[in-house]
């Protein structure tokens, strides 16, 4: 009988403690807006409102903590908030019980500054080599908010998140590796810091930009056509041997034709006689060769013809 009765007195308090537990577990507490991203050191107000019958209720905060009350509507309110690990809840004494709910609440600053810069080098890059830029982003906060993006001139080449889950500002560097290529000479590369904070967050998201820094890349000339067929008409013959090169290149000729040296990227005669000319430029990285081959206008068709006939003569030869 004694067991029967504290069987029936365990059920009964195992029954209050579930129902308790219950009441905790669904505080009929609503908070406008459930959640709150603010910049730091700006204003931030949310509502904690219920429909039910209660013996007080109140906000419990670092800042703009509301007292104890039977009202059915309190605000908490702070004009300059400034405190990183701040936790309002919103607290409420109901059904015999207190029960409560945290805003969730996001804190951010945007960066102080962002600034890009290439790590041990100075001075222009040269073609085929490797360099890393460095993103310096400082005193953002939450960093695990942050994204940053580099360009090369309007487009988007690299992106980069974090994990760190600290609140305050901290300081973080991203890295862009590339190898210069004769296409980056006066390329201009900068790097943004981004601040995606949801739904609740600013539209569009902060961002901060470096200013640009524009590289230099040097590289040796280089033909892409190696042979040129000049035909050669009355009057000035021009022979161009200009090419893309940086430090620019100089320029030499060579021909049996030649008399003397010449040095210009391009140079025109009405007395050029048919034959070849090599012209050879350089520069500090190294040079390249493009060969002009001056005929009389049409020789070179007379020249192709005479190849097509001369075995349909050979064989007419022999048929003879």
Same mark, same amino acid.
Request: aromatic fraction near 10%; hydrophobic fraction near 35%.
């Given at each position: 009988m004694l067991q029967s009765l504290f069987g029936l007195f365990y059920l009964s308090a195992l029954s209050q403690l579930v129902t308790l537990t219950g009441a905790r577990a669904e505080c009929p507490i609503k908070l406008k807006p459930?959640?709150?991203?603010?910049?730091?050191?700006?204003?931030?107000?949310?509502?904690?409102?219920?429909?039910?019958?209660?013996?007080?209720?109140?906000?419990? #905060? @670092?800042?703009?903590?509301?007292?104890?009350?039977?009202? =059915?509507?309190? +605000?908490?309110?702070? !004009?300059?908030?400034?405190?990183?690990?701040?936790?309002?809840?919103?607290?409420?004494?109901?059904?015999?019980?207190?029960?409560?709910?945290?805003?969730?609440?996001?804190?951010?600053?945007?960066?102080?500054?962002?600034?890009?810069?290439?790590?041990d080098h100075a001075g222009p890059m040269t073609e085929g080599s490797w360099y890393e830029f460095q993103c310096v982003i400082?005193?953002? #906060? @939450?960093?695990?908010?942050?994204?940053?993006?580099?360009? =090369?001139?309007? +487009?988007?080449?690299? !992106?980069e998140t974090f994990n760190d889950t600290i609140k305050t500002p901290v300081s973080e560097t991203s890295t862009l590796d590339i190898t210069a290529v004769r296409s980056d000479d006066g390329v201009q590369y900068r790097c943004e810091a981004e601040l995606e904070l949801g739904a609740d967050g600013p539209q569009p998201p902060?961002?901060?930009?470096?200013?640009?820094?524009?590289?230099?890349?040097?590289?040796?000339?280089?033909?892409?056509?190696?042979?040129?067929?000049?035909? =050669?008409r009355d009057g000035d013959v021009t022979l161009?041997?200009?090419?893309?090169?940086?430090?620019?290149?100089?320029?030499?000729?060579?021909?049996e034709h030649l008399t003397g040296p010449r040095n210009s990227a391009v140079f025109s005669s009405s007395k050029l006689t048919p034959g070849n000319y090599t012209c050879t430029a350089t520069n500090t990285l190294g040079n390249s060769n493009k060969v002009f081959i001056v005929n009389f206008a049409g020789s070179?068709?007379?020249?192709?013809?005479?190849?097509?006939?001369?075995?349909?003569?050979?064989?007419?030869?022999?048929?003879?």
């Open positions: 459930p959640s709150v991203v603010v910049e730091y050191g700006s204003s931030v107000s949310v509502d904690c409102s219920t429909d039910v019958t209660h013996d007080g209720m109140g906000w419990e #905060a @670092p800042e703009g903590s509301v007292p104890k009350t039977t009202d =059915k509507l309190i +605000t908490w309110r702070v !004009s300059n908030l400034t405190k990183w690990d701040i936790r309002p809840q919103c607290y409420m004494s109901y059904n015999r019980a207190q029960c409560s709910t945290f805003l969730p609440i996001t804190i951010y600053k945007t960066p102080d500054s962002v600034f890009i810069s290439t790590v400082m005193n953002v #906060a @939450p960093v695990k908010n942050l994204t940053v993006k580099w360009f =090369k001139g309007e +487009t988007e080449v690299h !992106s902060p961002k901060v930009k470096s200013k640009s820094v524009q590289i230099t890349v040097q590289y040796s000339p280089r033909h892409i056509d190696l042979v040129e067929i000049i035909k =050669k161009n041997c200009t090419v893309p090169a940086n430090p620019p290149a100089t320029y030499s000729w060579y021909s070179l068709h007379t020249f192709i013809g005479s190849l097509i006939f001369l075995p349909l003569l050979v064989a007419l030869g022999i048929v003879v």
